[in-house]
């Protein structure tokens, strides 16, 4: 998709009956849950026989109608994860290019503990995620909805440490950047029937990753010996020892 496509998508257009202002997102809402099902195919495509594809199989023509809202996620530490590539539409709600930035960006501080939650089992189960956000109303941001999906992917060295994923928010951007709180998450197996990893704080606890996640316990430093202290350690030997 042309820059000028996606532009046209984003834009507003004049009604030519009498000039009203109507958004092209308002012609089909249905369209979020279109390009998230649209994208959930294309990975279910990619697997051919295989739990997860591999991370060189994705290609931006097979996401076209999501293109603008995908992005790619790189696993760089237990529940953290960066983007490789991002769609415009995530460049729009950032104000800024966030090649590079972490996920956890687009949340609010309070929200960003239950991602990286949510996100460890991802890469972990490995499983997949849909939350649901929404971006509370405050001066010059208008209150705006969105939805993220995440879709595990393995990289060149076959672990599981990429993801595809997409981020539709609606409603007007206002001021950047624009944030969200996570409200709600729905996980996946990516084989029926497998068991499901609830994300919970226990989920960054892994076994090797236990030790990131501990806090160090601080211990006072050993005082020095009292004369008295010594001279209890040594007992007097008697003739009939």
């Known amino acids: 998709?042309?820059?000028?496509?996606?532009?046209?998508?984003q834009s507003e257009t004049t009604a030519e009956n009498g000039g009203q202002v109507l958004r092209m997102v308002d012609f089909n809402p249905e369209q979020p849950a279109r390009i998230l099902s649209d994208l959930r195919d294309y990975w279910q495509s990619l697997r051919q026989g295989r739990a997860i594809p591999a991370r060189s199989d994705v290609e931006p023509r097979g996401i076209r109608t999501a293109l603008d809202h995908a992005f790619i996620l790189e696993r760089?530490?237990?529940g953290a994860?960066?983007?490789?590539?991002?769609?415009?539409?995530?460049?729009?709600?950032m104000g800024m290019e966030v090649r590079g930035m972490p996920v956890c960006s687009f949340l609010n501080p309070a929200s960003r503990g239950r991602l990286s939650d949510v996100l460890?089992?991802?890469?972990?189960a490995p499983q997949i995620a849909e939350l649901r956000l929404s971006g509370p109303a405050d001066y010059g941001r208008p209150a705006m909805t969105g939805r993220m999906l995440l879709l595990p992917l393995r990289s060149d060295l076959g672990d599981v440490t990429r993801a595809l994923g997409c981020l539709i928010a609606e409603g007007e951007v206002g001021m950047t950047p624009r944030r969200f709180d996570l409200v709600g998450e729905r996980v996946s197996p990516v084989i029926d029937g497998a068991e499901v990893m609830v994300p919970?704080?226990?989920a960054r606890g892994f076994a090797d990753d236990a030790a990131p996640w501990r806090k160090p316990v601080a211990t006072a430093p050993a005082l020095p010996e009292t004369p008295e202290e010594r001279r209890a350690r040594f007992r007097v030997i008697g003739h009939d020892d």
């Not at 998709?1 to 998508?9: G, I, L, Q, T």
């Open 81 to 93: 994860a960066r983007f490789r590539l991002a769609g415009r539409h995530l460049i729009d709600l």
């Open 200 to 202: 919970s704080p226990s």
């Open 1 to 9: 998709m042309s820059d000028n496509d996606a532009s046209a998508n």
């Open 76 to 78: 760089i530490a237990p």
């Open 120 to 124: 460890e089992t991802v890469f972990k």
